[in-house]
Each structure stands twice: as C-alpha cells, then as structure tokens.
C-alpha cells in the first residue's frame, strides 16, 4: 500500500500512489510492507534509498534515515512490533514500515486531519506522528499494568491457601501464573525496547529543528522528549513490577513444594512404626504367645496405635506441623 499526504489550501488530501512534491508545504509518503516498485520510484524521482538504512542511523546530502522498531494496537487490541524507517528531508517525509497498516500512522492521519495547522513542514508532521507512537507504546504499557494488577491479586489468592469455591490453590495454579508473568516480561522488555528506539528517533528531530527560527517546533519536540521518557519510565516501573512477582511466585512455588514434601515425610514418619510392629506379627514363628492370650488382638492393635501417635507427638512438639 502506497498513500501520499500533503495539504492544499488548509485542507488535507491523500491520494493513492507516490505524487508530486507540492509547490510548498510538504510531502508524506507512506509505504507500506516491501513494495520494490515503490523503493525504485522514490530513489528516481526523489532520490530516497531506503537500502542505506540497514543501520538505525545514516545521513547524507538531502535526507536522515532512522530505522526503530515499534510498538502498536492493532485493531483487535493486541501489541505488536515492527520495523519502520523514516526519510525526513526539508519537505519531505517518507515512511516505510513491514506491515500494511501499522496503526499509529493512521491515527496521525486522523490527527492531522482535525488539526492540519499543527503541521507545516516535514519536521512538524514527524513530531506529530511519533507523539502518536508514543500515545500507542503507552496504551499497551497501561494495559501491560491493569494485567499485573490482576495476576497480583491471583498471587495474593494462592497465598491465602484457597479460591472462592473452598479449592485449595497449589503448583499447578502457581505454574501457570509464572508462565503468563514471563510473557508480560517479554512484552514489557520490548516495550523498553521500542521507547529507547523512539528516544533515539526524537533526539535525532530534535538535532534537525533550528533552535532561531523554529522556536515553537523545539519547544513541542522537547515536551515529546520529556514524554517518550516519562513513558520509558512507566514501562521501566511495570518491568521492574513483573521482576517482583515473578520472584513472589517463584518464592510460593518452593513454599508449596516443600509444604508438599514436608507432608508426605511426616506421614512416612508416623505410619513407619506401625509398619514395623505389622512387621513383626507377619512372621512366622513356631512359638507366638499373643496368640492364645484372650486380650492378644487388641493388645496389637493399641501398641500399632502408640507407636503411630508417639512420631506424630514428637513432629507436633517440635512444631513442624506448621
């Protein structure tokens, strides 16, 4: 997919295609997915060579290519990653992405739509469009937080030894609650991933803004600077967030085992002198004297019954029933 955007008198247009550099104002390509066709009419007509971009930063006569890999919402609420680099020139701006809708392209579109003043120039409407960048990294990052919120709570939960239906919270549930933390550290470390990305595409504009005649457009890079960090430390907050509950669970878990090995040692520890008295009466001796005696049954099965009581007064003493 190939659109054009620029303004003709105060108003937007998007035509479908690479056009012509207006008269004044500026130009914004987009392009999306790997288009060949596309890549070889830029280089043509505009002289744009998105190949040079191989590394995140290159700079040549006419334009600064940035390549970042961010984060987005797609349209069913899910985050994903990809690849995009941007070409900003004086007028022009070229941005080439892997997707074929990456979704905070379209909504700078939206934005510039309402408020078309807010971008004069190649370098105004780049700031515009990494605000929404920004906005969206942060929308997953909140999301990323409501969803600690809620496994934070699961944890208290399994602490608490049971769910609302009397079951009993162990391994099993403490298994699958460190596997669903372990996807949010992935997700928020490519979150922190994306945001130095965006941070390095921002201090770059900012390199490109004339601090004399461009007085208002430093003034709004530098509020998006303060922005993309304060976002960068959210999301650092939320890593760190994850980092300790996954050490929570991983404390529980072991709590949990050894609940479950300290229970099964004490019930070998109090039926193993009853197996040993069992023992002793399954032999076969010529001479067994509790056989005749009258009381012999019931003498065996009360000393069974000591010798089962007697370890379990032992571990209850020494408190390892707790």
């Known amino acids: 997919m190939i659109r054009s955007i620029y303004r003709h008198e105060d108003r937007i247009q998007t035509v479908q295609g690479i056009a012509d550099l207006p008269t004044e104002g500026f130009l914004w390509i987009d392009v999306g997915q790997s288009d060949p066709a596309a890549q070889t009419e830029l280089r043509n007509r505009y002289n744009v060579d998105p190949q040079l971009s ?72 780049m700031r515009m469009i990494l605000a929404g960048i920004n906005d ?37 549930d403490l298994t699958e609650t460190l596997l669903g933390l372990n996807d949010s550290e992935e997700l928020i470390s490519n979150c922190l991933e994306s945001q130095l990305a965006l941070a390095r595409v921002v201090r770059y504009l900012n390199g490109e803004v004339n601090n004399q005649r461009e007085q ?28 300790y509950l996954q050490n929570s669970v991983v404390g529980l878990l072991n709590i949990k085992q050894n609940q479950i090995v300290k229970v099964f040692t004490i019930i070998t520890a109090v039926f193993l002198p009853p197996t040993l008295v069992a023992t002793f009466y399954g032999m076969n001796f010529s001479v067994m004297p509790e056989l005749s005696w009258k009381h012999g049954f019931t003498m065996s099965i009360m000393l069974t019954l000591i010798a089962a009581l007697l370890p379990l007064i032992y571990i209850k003493r020494k408190g390892w029933l707790r």
Do not use: C, W
């Open 216 to 243: 208002e457009l430093q003034t709004l890079v530098q509020e998006l600077i303060a922005d993309v960090n304060g976002v960068k430390e959210h999301a650092a907050f939320e890593h760190d967030k994850v980092r």
């Open 136 to 172: 969206s990294t942060s929308q997953v990052i909140e999301s990323i937080a409501l969803d600690l919120e809620k496994t934070a709570a699961t944890i208290a939960q399994i602490s608490g030894q049971s769910t609302g239906e009397g079951r009993e919270l162990g391994v099993s």
């Open 54 to 125: 191989n590394t995140s930063v290159y700079e040549d006569e006419e334009y600064v290519y940035l390549l970042a890999e961010l984060v987005a919402i797609n349209e069913q609420r899910e985050p994903e990653f990809h690849k995009v680099i941007f070409v900003l020139g004086d007028r022009l701006l070229v941005t080439l992405h892997d997707t074929a809708d990456f979704t905070p392209l379209n909504r700078a579109m939206q934005r510039l739509a309402r408020r078309p003043q807010q971008a004069t120039d190649a370098k105004s409407l």
